[in-house]
Structure formats: structure tokens, C-alpha cells
């Protein structure tokens, strides 16, 4: 005779929900094994802001929290744009002078030509798309390494860019509104506005991805956490606002100053264009598998050299921004607009925030923060009396740091398996 042994079935398992304890403790492990994102970029921002402040307490005045961002917009700007360049592996070494050309375009449109604010911009940016496609072609299609093109552009763009400022000559720029976007600033009332649209927007986005991620049993961040960053958001941009919307003017009786700078939203609103683009579409996706592993992509059935084509579209068009930015706060345009250091800074922003030199891994976040390092850096030095030289070193010093320490998360992320 046959038995047949019915057994009970269990409860189903449940997957705990998570902690905060255990999500702190992941990412620790994280970090352990090499994934250190931009925590060295805010690291040293806080340690550069806490001795500029004590070494020159004029440093954590609103006046010069004011000049940071203005400051740093056009480095910011560019830097953005060569984000997309380094997740691939490559480089872009004529970014610099590729603005200071899209601002000569600018200038020569508004100015000599006398066309109204838009088609200038529209120029410019025109500019920028032909000169990324130029430079993309020849990498991805001609199979010219990106390194002896791009410095093929650096000298290139010298010469355009003395050709359309007619060997040296200085072309101002009077247009109202390409002056004020770096150098005016938003209503009072209107900066709290943005910061609280910005606060909601986020938070929405933050609370609906936990909600879609826990109703498909997906692990998520406890609720805890996703209400600290929406929190500590609200407090940045906060204390930000209200130290921008201070009265910043020697002598209100002349002019008042006070108010967020414009160039403030601008580079807000690129940084969420381009963080969803790379975050939140195939596109993006793309790249961050190209950057990874470019004979996996191919096989995958990606347009590898289309991806990489479009990244020096994206870098040279931001680098056009970043141009007309820079016009905007010199009030002019001359040959020397995008050389000097904006490229070095531009590179060393993007790798100082936490954007791998070696491809795969970087978002348009750490162009900002390491935006913010460069500028504190440039700033702080300048307030304690140190000249070019040492302020050159100083850079140098960190960004060597940076790139370190991306090699070493390298290593240990290969050795740990995470990569």
C-alpha cells in the first residue's frame, strides 16, 4: 500500500523590510568595496569651506557666497558636458577653447551683426553641435584617438577664436539679458519659489519611486531615509536662499543686492535635464554600458558609435553654454575667453567630484560639487592673498587626490567583485 505524506506548507517568506541600520551598513560595505561615489568631493568641500572660514571670516560672507556661484558657472557648465566624454573612456581636451569660439559666435552676432539675444544663443549653441559632431566623427568613424583629436581642436580653436576677434580685438557684449544671466540676481521671492518647487518636486519623485519599487517587492530604502534627503535638501536649499536674499550692497542707498543669482536656476535646470537623461532613459543607459564594456555593447545590439558621436555633441554644446556664461560675466568676449585654466578646471571638476577617468561610472552631480571644490579653492585662496601659482598647485594637489583615489576604488572594486 502506497502512503502519501502530506506536508504543510510554511508562511511564505518575507523579506524584511529594510532599516536604517542595515542600509547604513550596506552602504559601508559599499564603500568598503570600492564604490565611494562623490563622498571625497563633499568631504573635502566641507573641510576647504570650515578652514577658509576660519582662516578669513569674510569667506562665509553673503557677498562672497554669491561670487562662488558665479564664479564657478562657466567650469561648472563645461564640465557637465565632459561628464558624458569620461563615461566613455575618452577625453575632450579642446572644450576650453571650444566655448571661448561659441562665445566669439555670440558676440559677433549680437554685437557686430546686430541680431536679438536668442538668435546669438542659438548660434552659439549651433556652433557647439558642429563642432561635437566634427570631433565625434573623427573619433568613432575615422578611428582617431580622442586624445590627438580633441588636442588637434585645442590648437584649432585658437586660431578661430583669434580670426573672429579679429587678431586680438575685444568685442563687448551690451544685450540686457545675456548680461543679466550672470550678473543679476532673482527677486527675493522668487528664489524661495524655485527653492520650494525644487523641494516638492523632489520629494514627489523620491516618495513615488519608493511607492512604485515597495508595491512591486522590490527593496528600497527605508522610509526614513528617503525623508532625510528630502529634509536635508530642504535645509541646503534653505539656508542657501535666505544667505543669497540678504542685502549683499555697500550702499543700499545707490542700488540694492541681494537675491539669488539667475546663473543659480540655470545650472539647476541642466543638472535635472541631464541627470534624467542619463538616469532615466535608454539613452543613458547606453552610455553607462558603452563606457563599461564597448565590445558587450556592440554585441547587445547598441549603435556604439552613435553613442559616441552624441557624447561630443553633448560636451561641445555645453561647452557653448558654458561660453556664453563666461561672455555674460566679463561683459565682453576676447581671445582669451575659454583658454588659460577653464579646461584644466573643467577636467579636474568632473574627476574631482567622483567621474571615473577609466569610463562607466560618473554622474552630471559631480560635475557640480566638484565645480563647487574648484571654486572654493580659486575663492579661498584669493581672500587669503596666495597668487595663481600657489592656487595652481593647490588644484593640482587634489586633483591628483581624486584621481587616486578613483584607481584605488577601482582596484578594490574589481578585487571585491562589485564592478
Not at 539679458?177 to 543679476?184: D, F, T
Request: with cysteine.
Amino acid at each position: 500500500m502506497t502512503m502519501t505524506v502530506v506536508q504543510e506548507e510554511g508562511p511564505a517568506s518575507v523579506t524584511p523590510a529594510p532599516t536604517v541600520a542595515s542600509h547604513a551598513r550596506n552602504y559601508w560595505s559599499r564603500v568598503r568595496g570600492g564604490d565611494i561615489g562623490a563622498l571625497p568631493a563633499v568631504l573635502g568641500l566641507i573641510v576647504l569651506c570650515t578652514v577658509f572660514s576660519i582662516a578669513r571670516p569674510s569667506f562665509l560672507t553673503a557677498g562672497n557666497f554669491a561670487n562662488l556661484f558665479t564664479q564657478g558657472a562657466a567650469v561648472t557648465l563645461i564640465a557637465m558636458g565632459l561628464v558624458f566624454v569620461l563615461l566613455l573612456g575618452e577625453i575632450d581636451l579642446s572644450a576650453g577653447f571650444a566655448s571661448g569660439v561659441c562665445a566669439a559666435v555670440l558676440a559677433n552676432v549680437v554685437t557686430v551683426l546686430g541680431y536679438p539675444w536668442y538668435v546669438a544663443v542659438l548660434a552659439a549653441i549651433a556652433t557647439g553641435v558642429v563642432i561635437g559632431t566634427t570631433l565625434g566623427v573623427l573619433v568613432a568613424k575615422v578611428g582617431i584617438p580622442s586624445f590627438v583629436v580633441t588636442l588637434a581642436g585645442f590648437l584649432a580653436f585658437q586660431g578661430i577664436a583669434l580670426m573672429l576677434m579679429k587678431e586680438g580685438s575685444n568685442i563687448a557684449i551690451r544685450d540686457t539679458v545675456l548680461l543679466a544671466i550672470a550678473n543679476r540676481n532673482l527677486p527675493p521671492l522668487v528664489g524661495w519659489l524655485l527653492a520650494l518647487v525644487a523641494v516638492v518636486g523632489y520629494g514627489a519623485t523620491q516618495l513615488l519611486r519608493h511607492r512604485k519599487r515597495a508595491s512591486r517587492g522590490l527593496v528600497t530604502d527605508p522610509i526614513a531615509v528617503v525623508f532625510a534627503r528630502i529634509g536635508g535638501l530642504a535645509l541646503i536649499l534653505g539656508v542657501a536662499v535666505f544667505i543669497l536674499n540678504l542685502e549683499r550692497s555697500r550702499n543700499v542707498l545707490i542700488t540694492s543686492l541681494k537675491g539669488v543669482p539667475i546663473v543659480v536656476p540655470v545650472i539647476a535646470v541642466l543638472l535635472i535635464l541631464w541627470t534624467f537623461v542619463l538616469q532615466r532613459t535608454s539613452y543613458g543607459r547606453h552610455v553607462y554600458a558603452v563606457g563599461g564594456n564597448r565590445e558587450a555593447a556592440r554585441r547587445a545590439g547598441i549603435n556604439v558609435d552613435r553613442i559616441r558621436i552624441s557624447v561630443f555633441v553633448i560636451c561641445s554644446s555645453m561647452a557653448a553654454v558654458g561660453g556664453i556664461v563666461a561672455a555674460s560675466r566679463a561683459n565682453s568676449v576676447d581671445p582669451n575667453t575659454g583658454g588659460s585654466s577653464v579646461l584644466l578646471y573643467a577636467v579636474g571638476a568632473a574627476v574631482i567630484g567622483g567621474t571615473s577617468l577609466f569610463g562607466g561610472k560618473g554622474r552630471v552631480l559631480d560635475a557640480v560639487l566638484g565645480g563647487a571644490v574648484i571654486a572654493v579653492i580659486d575663492n579661498g585662496m584669493g581672500l587669503m592673498g596666495y597668487s595663481s601659482g600657489v592656487k595652481y598647485v593647490l588644484t593640482g594637489v587634489v586633483l591628483a587626490l581624486a584621481a587616486t583615489v578613483d584607481a584605488f576604488s577601482r582596484r578594490r572594486s574589481t578585487a571585491t567583485g562589485t564592478r
